[in-house]
């Protein structure tokens, strides 16, 4: 595995220095879009809907539209002076018992590695979790974006689950909940004897993915059977584009604006001031 995120751990006044690995991964059968005719790829454009140019991605920016259909463009100095004093640490808020947290909070699991100098404080959290029975509630930023997190231990590695926002959590206001739905007594005894006679120890590595097997069986026998294509060689971009007037006229259009633009005074950041 390799590490995608690292800081430390803030527990309390002791601080574990710590790299962080994604514990989980999607085992799906991966595919590509292609023409249908020759197996090509089919490749996706960053194309300006204002001026039809393609866009390279180092000249792509966040916009946020506004109701009234305008757009504020947010570049990467309006992110560096936001407050975001989680960006490498952990930091434990409390410890509450593991039932209290929803499972529809939980978001996605890391798993936590102590550098060679924080090997001691991290088992001292570890088994104090495990002593406790409780888990830690912390704050983390990944990506740019403050989480909630959960510390639990998971045979014997600390296990960091971000979670969502109250606010991110749809209400389920169905209109089934306002109805009074009559249960008789014996059909409430005949559904609990139906579970119960169905119940037993979850155990994961009893399923397995039977839609995921059976699509790898069919692409199997089509590569026994040589259904396969060989997709040519892409062709290279260029030549004149297929309407040069119209191409020339937005050119033009572009720099007519640009020219008229009035130039902008760079702003001050903290940084900088």
Not at 35 to 53: A, K, L, Q, S
Request: net charge negative; proline share 7%.
């Amino acid at each position: 595995m390799r590490s995608i995120w690292k800081g430390a751990v803030s527990f309390g006044l002791v601080t574990i220095p710590i790299r962080l690995y994604t514990a989980t991964e999607q085992c799906n059968v991966a595919f590509h879009q292609v023409h249908r005719e020759d197996g090509g790829r089919v490749r996706f454009r960053r194309i300006c809907e204002v001026c039809g140019d393609d866009v390279p991605f180092a000249h792509v920016a966040k916009g946020y539209e506004l109701p009234t259909g305008e757009m504020v463009v947010l570049g990467e100095d309006d992110f560096d002076d936001l407050p975001l004093p989680t960006a490498h640490r952990i930091e434990v808020l409390q410890f509450s018992p593991a039932d209290q947290i929803d499972p529809i909070l939980l978001n996605k699991s890391y798993y936590l590695e102590p550098d060679p100098v924080g090997v001691k404080p991290y088992v001292l959290l570890r088994d104090a979790l495990e002593r406790s029975g409780r888990v830690a509630i912390a704050k983390v930023a990944l990506r740019q974006r403050e989480s909630l997190a959960a510390l639990r231990v998971r045979e014997g590695v600390v296990v960091l689950e971000t979670m969502l926002w109250p606010d991110e959590v749809r209400e389920a206001g169905f209109g089934f909940l306002e109805e009074s739905v009559e249960i008789r007594a014996q059909e409430s005894r005949m559904a609990v004897s139906l579970i119960e006679t169905m119940s037993g120890d979850f155990d994961p590595a009893a399923y397995h993915d039977a839609y995921r097997q059976a699509l790898q069986e069919v692409i199997e026998a089509k590569v026994a059977g040589h259904e396969v294509v060989r997709p040519a060689a892409p062709v290279a971009e260029g030549g004149p584009p297929a309407d040069l007037m119209d191409a020339l006229r937005a050119s033009v259009d572009a720099a007519k604006r640009d020219r008229k633009a009035p130039e902008r005074k760079p702003r001050k950041t903290r940084r900088s001031a």
